[in-house]
């Protein structure tokens, strides 16, 4: 029979994005919703990396595939945490339903 | 089934497993601070799946991209939030687990944890109650600290009560306990009082640094007037006139005036506040009110806890406004949980997108297991990204440095409210208009002029 196979990677993918989706939706902390992005980039990333194993494993552009999303998640952490940090500078808040109107 | 699977299998189940309670940990929790760790709990285990996929190379990034990510995460996150709802979770914790040691942790009095006698377990904690507010006293810039000794103190008023009223039925001398309770309760009033001005004060400066016009309001003042000498001794029932607006209820005063939101004149309304409410709920409803005049749009969460601790001021508890009115004790837990009021709504939608999900994952026929990958992938992912993906990468790498690049600068730029209260005229701008000012002056009066404004351009180039 084997290990555990694709059905069960793509499973835990799934739940784990259905987390960052919640993530995203309820926290109001710029901070928070940077990390519930972050657990939606990586489900997407474990996907990834189970369809690379099970569907095409000898073809190794799929892990460097993931790597590149790795490198867009680290970007999407610069930019957000230094956007956040902006917004903070001029709101003097980190509630993100204060960051309303980005007019000044 | 031989060894290797059930390894596998169980090394599946155990990472599986960490990764999603890291990342529900992570969501659910409270505390900024642990849901960062929670989040990294949660990717360490995702490298270990990777490991399991036969990925070594991505595990080894995995970790070190998002070890490193979290831990600037986790002090951005000590940085801007000092972590409120860490506090209140440590706090409440400390409550559940072990009562006795709750205060004494806090301020040490040499007296027993667990005291057998309900008198006893009194005096301790109004003895407490007391230290803590010396103690709060000394840093009282704290407002963090502050909020939960105000909560402490809530809670222990319950307790006492509580135990009051235990110790009047055993010990059969329910007129003395009784006073004795009206006591400590007047004493511990006063100081909620005092402490719950001196929070307001706090929390306004905290939400309006640029309005410091609000801080003469005379809302605090008068809520300290009116809620400090609450005592036990008009428990009985009272009526006041209250003066609110015809089209907004929720903004109250006690004399007449405009109404802050649409300018309307306040009608007098009768308003009876039975047991032991009344000052309490005079108070609250002037935090209200404030609050509503210097925030119009929306309650912040801030607003909400002074509104709730200030219905503490009455002998109210938490458990009590919770069992009152669950919809208040809902906001309070969600703004301090930081998550917004839709919480419901966003719970059913992601459970909904999961259940899709996996619902659409399960009917696919994927394709079976096929051979293993060969054991020097690290090397061929190394090839692959030097030689055919170099532009990728590449391009991934400048995406980073364009993003780092324009943190940076936007960073680096004064946010347009400060920038015009800025006392120092180092700004270009004025440099500008002082070379404009001469320039005009010496075309009249020759070359009187000339070095002055040589030396004014001269300047303004070495601003630069």
Redesign the interface.
């Known amino acids: 029979m084997g290990g555990p196979g694709l059905l069960a990677y793509l499973v835990v993918g799934g739940l784990l994005f259905a987390i960052g989706v919640f993530a995203v939706l309820c926290q109001r902390g710029a901070v928070m919703v940077l990390m519930g992005i972050e657990i939606i980039l990586n489900a997407a990333i474990l996907n990834l990396v189970a369809f690379w194993r099970f569907v095409n494993p000898a073809d190794y552009a799929g892990q460097v595939f993931v790597i590149i999303a790795m490198t867009i998640g680290a970007v999407e952490m610069a930019v957000g945490l230094g956007i956040m940090l902006m917004v903070y500078r001029v709101k003097g808040t980190q509630n993100i339903d204060k960051f309303g109107e980005m007019k000044e | ?1 031989n060894w ?2 059930l390894l ?2 169980t090394s ?1 189940i155990i990472f ?1 497993a960490l ?2 309670g890291g ?2 940990g ?2 659910l929790t409270m505390s ?1 601070y642990r ?2 760790l929670s ?1 990294m709990i ?2 360490v285990a ?1 490298a270990g ?2 490991i ?4 070594d ?2 595990a080894v ?2 970790v070190m ?2 070890v490193g ?1 979290m831990l ?2 986790i002090l ?2 000590v940085m ?2 000092l972590d409120p709802g860490g506090e209140m979770m440590w706090d409440m914790k400390r409550r559940m687990k072990m009562p006795g040691f709750a205060a004494l942790s806090m301020s040490m009095p040499s007296k027993p944890a667990a005291a057998s006698s309900p008198k006893q377990a009194e005096t301790n904690l109004t003895g407490d109650t007391q230290n803590m507010l010396m103690s709060m006293g000394e840093q009282n810039a704290r407002d963090t600290a502050n909020m939960n000794i105000v909560k402490e103190v809530e809670l222990n008023m319950a307790e006492s009560f509580k135990d009051g009223m235990s110790a009047g039925e055993i010990s059969g001398q329910p007129h003395k306990r009784i006073r004795e309770i009206q006591r400590s309760m007047a004493v511990m009033q006063q100081q909620l009082g005092l402490m719950q001005q001196e929070l307001i004060l706090l929390e306004e400066e905290l939400e309006q ?2 309005r410091p016009s609000e801080m003469a309001n005379p809302g605090p003042d008068h809520r300290m007037t009116t809620s400090a000498p609450a005592s036990p001794a008009n428990s009985q029932t009272t009526k006041k006139t209250i003066y609110t607006c015809p089209m907004h209820p929720e903004v109250r005063s006690d004399k007449p005036g405009r109404c802050p939101k649409c300018g309307m004149d306040l009608v007098p309304i009768e308003d009876e506040n039975n047991d032991a409410g009344g000052t309490g709920m005079v108070g609250s409803g002037d935090g209200s009110g404030s609050s509503n005049s210097s925030n119009d749009s ?1 309650m ?2 801030h607003d909400h806890m002074s509104h709730s601790v200030t219905q503490g001021g009455s002998v109210e508890t938490a458990a009590q406004m919770q069992r009152r009115s669950p919809q208040a004790y809902y906001r309070m837990m969600a703004d301090m949980a ?3 009021r ?2 419901p ?3 059913i ?3 909904l ?2 259940l899709i ?2 619902a659409l ?2 009917q696919v026929a ?8 060969d054991l020097d ?1 690290p090397a ?2 190394g090839d ?2 030097l030689s ?2 170099m532009m ?2 590449e391009g ?2 400048f ?2 440095l364009t ?2 690049l ?3 600068l ?2 680096r ?1 004064e ?3 400060r920038r015009s209260r800025k006392k120092k005229p180092r700004a270009k701008v004025g440099n500008g208009s002082e070379t404009a000012t001469p320039n005009d002056n010496s075309r009249g009066e020759g070359e009187s002029a000339m070095p002055n404004l040589n030396s004014i351009s001269l300047r303004s180039t070495e601003g630069r």
């Open positions: 089934m290797n699977d596998q299998w599946f599986s990764v999603l990342a529900l992570m969501v900024m849901a960062g989040l949660s990717l995702l799946l990777f399991l996929l036969e990925a190379m991505l990034i995995q991209m998002n990510g600037v995460m951005f996150m801007l939030m640094p640029n929306q912040t969460g930081m998550s917004t839709q919480l709504l966003a719970g939608g992601s459970v997108v999961g999900l996996v994952i399960a994927w394709p079976s297991r096929p051979v293993a990958p992938g061929r992912v692959l990204l055919g993906y990728a990468f991934a790498a995406l980073i993003g780092i324009g943190a940076v936007l960073a730029r946010p347009a409210n």
